[in-house]
């Protein structure tokens, strides 16, 4: 690991200006995923701004009649809340899928939203990446491509985007509220938040340098049936080979998000628009370029969204 110096921050226009100050800076607060990137020597920030003492650790009702959570909510405690167990299940479900209890007791909501890859070549530095470095190329064109992206990708990047929270707030319609520089505040949908590969992977989300997460944004409850189905290799602590986020009444297709797909999480509105199962799916999927690794994520997708759709009318009855 590099040297690095450390600071600690106690307000949210503390953190924007010490990360003015210092190109380059990243904000911490759980680091469950940084710490790793750090020892491995794909991330070498020269330096770290804490932000665990800025006090967003709330879940707020909204006069909308929705939730605001603050950005440090952490992953337990936003799964565990009665109100989103009771009234955004898919994002309780979601979160619950995702890592072990000890990450989930560690992992903000913010951290969530910034995890990087799981992509195997991202994770081997002596492979080129885009990710890592603009420019250099992608080992994972023409390589092992088993768990890599169908849609959404590029000539210089076919990597999945691993969250599963974030694919359970993108069926929701969340908000994501962040502060940058001389504290102008901007609320960006979760839909235009991730950014797909194009020609610069290593731009992943919208924020601008030193711009600080501040709170999530749901708005008013959905209601309908809402379930979250992940399909990976191992029962736990994996990352997912597919997931499906759905919102169903009357057995209809409400909202419906996938994970594991690609670089972001993947909706389709025009798939929610009283499609039938089969036809959701040719609509989420259209364009779809696999790999012979990684054909099998379209009938997969297929058959899980089916099984949730029919579990969803199940439950309901």
């Given at each position: 690991m590099?040297?690095?110096?450390y600071?600690r921050?106690?307000?949210p226009?503390?953190a924007?200006e010490a990360?003015a100050?210092q190109?380059?800076?990243r904000?911490i607060?759980g680091?469950?995923n940084?710490?790793?990137?750090?020892k491995?020597?794909i991330?070498?920030p020269?330096?770290?701004?804490?932000v665990?003492?800025l006090g967003?650790?709330m879940?707020e009702?909204?006069?909308e009649?929705g939730?605001?959570?603050g950005?440090?909510?952490?992953?337990a405690?936003?799964a565990?809340d009665r109100?989103?167990r009771?009234?955004?299940a898919v994002?309780a479900r979601?979160?619950?899928?995702g890592?072990?209890?000890q990450?989930r007791?560690?992992?903000?909501?913010?951290g969530?939203?910034m995890?990087?890859?799981?992509?195997?070549?991202?994770y081997?530095?002596d492979?080129?990446c885009?990710?890592?470095?603009?420019?250099?190329?992608?080992?994972a064109?023409?390589?092992?491509?088993h768990?890599?992206a169908v849609?959404g990708v590029?000539d210089a990047?076919i990597?999945?985007?691993p969250?599963?929270m974030?694919?359970?707030?993108?069926?929701?319609?969340?908000t994501?509220?962040?502060v940058?520089?001389?504290?102008?505040?901007?609320s960006?949908?979760?839909a235009a938040?991730h950014r797909?590969?194009?020609?610069?992977p290593?731009?992943?989300?919208?924020l601008?340098p030193?711009e600080?997460i501040t709170?999530v944004?749901?708005?008013?409850?959905?209601g309908g049936?809402?379930?979250?189905?992940?399909?990976?290799?191992?029962a736990s602590y994996?990352?997912?080979n597919l997931t499906?986020a759905?919102v169903a009444r009357?057995g209809?297709?409400?909202?419906?998000?996938?994970?594991g797909?690609a670089?972001?999480?993947?909706?389709?509105?025009a798939?929610e628009?009283?499609a039938?199962?089969d036809?959701?799916?040719d609509?989420?999927?259209?364009?779809?370029?696999?790999?012979?690794?990684?054909?099998?994520k379209l009938?997969?997708?297929?058959r899980t969204?089916?099984a949730?759709l029919?579990?969803?009318?199940?439950?309901?009855?």
């Amino acid at each position: 690991m590099k040297p690095f110096s450390y600071e600690r921050v106690t307000s949210p226009g503390e953190a924007v200006e010490a990360a003015a100050a210092q190109p380059g800076a990243r904000f911490i607060a759980g680091g469950t995923n940084l710490l790793d990137l750090m020892k491995l020597g794909i991330e070498a920030p020269a330096h770290l701004i804490d932000v665990n003492r800025l006090g967003l650790d709330m879940i707020e009702p909204m006069a909308e009649g929705g939730l605001r959570i603050g950005a440090l909510v952490r992953n337990a405690d936003l799964a565990a809340d009665r109100r989103v167990r009771r009234d955004y299940a898919v994002l309780a479900r979601a979160l619950v899928s995702g890592a072990s209890g000890q990450l989930r007791n560690k992992a903000t909501t913010a951290g969530n939203l910034m995890q990087r890859t799981r992509c195997p070549y991202f994770y081997n530095t002596d492979m080129p990446c885009n990710k890592r470095r603009p420019g250099s190329g992608c080992a994972a064109i023409g390589g092992l491509t088993h768990n890599l992206a169908v849609l959404g990708v590029s000539d210089a990047c076919i990597a999945t985007h691993p969250s599963d929270m974030c694919v359970a707030l993108r069926a929701l319609d969340a908000t994501v509220e962040t502060v940058g520089a001389g504290g102008r505040t901007r609320s960006i949908p979760i839909a235009a938040f991730h950014r797909l590969p194009g020609d610069r992977p290593d731009i992943e989300t919208a924020l601008e340098p030193g711009e600080l997460i501040t709170a999530v944004t749901l708005p008013a409850p959905l209601g309908g049936v809402q379930l979250y189905r992940k399909v990976r290799e191992r029962a736990s602590y994996a990352f997912a080979n597919l997931t499906v986020a759905l919102v169903a009444r009357e057995g209809q297709i409400v909202r419906l998000a996938f994970g594991g797909l690609a670089a972001k999480p993947w909706r389709v509105e025009a798939a929610e628009e009283g499609a039938e199962a089969d036809l959701a799916a040719d609509l989420a999927l259209a364009g779809a370029t696999p790999t012979e690794d990684n054909a099998y994520k379209l009938p997969l997708a297929r058959r899980t969204l089916k099984a949730t759709l029919a579990q969803a009318t199940e439950v309901r009855s």
